[in-house]
């Protein structure tokens, strides 16, 4: 090994000892802005294992929640099965509509934009217009609490002008990771 390659090495490895810890520096701020400030508790990785009430296959759906854009969003990637199916959600405050906003993105190529009601401090509730439902869905309401460490999630859809029966679905913290194909 040439002398030059020698002192490039030992320089590195002199930086490396002599910089503070580079993870630590870099580790992401956990602030949110005021109206996201509730959602601090949903951050982090979730799953749920659920059999689906329409008679399709047992689902396992994993979600990640985190921060974005300097605190001012909240963005939300998961997916169902590996990858089968998944979405990704920004939600932030909306300063003209004074209220919470969202829209979440599919891989179905539908998407939707809804707002969020705050119930408390661990309740919340979405309103969803869908655009481009193969199934004839329109709307969908869903409420998310956080109870015992889990988040309990019911929803109901607006499908062919009929509201379905809520699914109720519980997700648990997780280390599994948010797949798409």
């Known amino acids: 090994m040439n002398l030059s390659l020698l002192k490039f ?13 580079v993870s630590l520096a870099n580790e992401q701020d956990t602030t949110l802005a005021e109206p996201l400030r509730m959602f601090s508790k949903f ?3 979730w799953e749920s294992n659920f059999k689906m009430m329409d008679g399709n296959p047992h689902v396992v759906d994993v979600a990640v929640w985190e921060r974005a854009l300097n605190g001012k969003a909240i963005r939300s990637l998961h997916s169902i099965n590996d990858g089968m199916y998944g979405g ?13 906003v969202f829209y ?3 891989t179905a190529e539908f998407y939707t934009k809804g707002t969020i009601e705050v119930v408390n401090e661990n309740s919340f509730i979405a309103y969803e217009d869908v655009s481009g439902s193969d199934d004839g869905i329109t709307k969908v ?3 998310s609490t956080l109870v015992n460490g889990n988040i309990e999630v019911s929803t109901a859809y607006l499908k062919n002008d009929k509201w379905t029966e809520p699914e109720i679905r519980t997700y648990s913290p997780s280390t599994k990771t948010v797949k798409f194909k």
Do not use: H
């Open 9 to 21: 090495r030992a320089l590195f490895v002199f930086l490396l000892i002599s910089i503070p810890n």
């Open 43 to 45: 951050i982090g990785t």
């Open 88 to 100: 990704e959600m920004l939600m932030f405050w909306d300063k003209e509509l004074n209220t919470l």
């Open 104 to 106: 979440y993105f599919t």
């Open 141 to 143: 309401k869903s409420t």
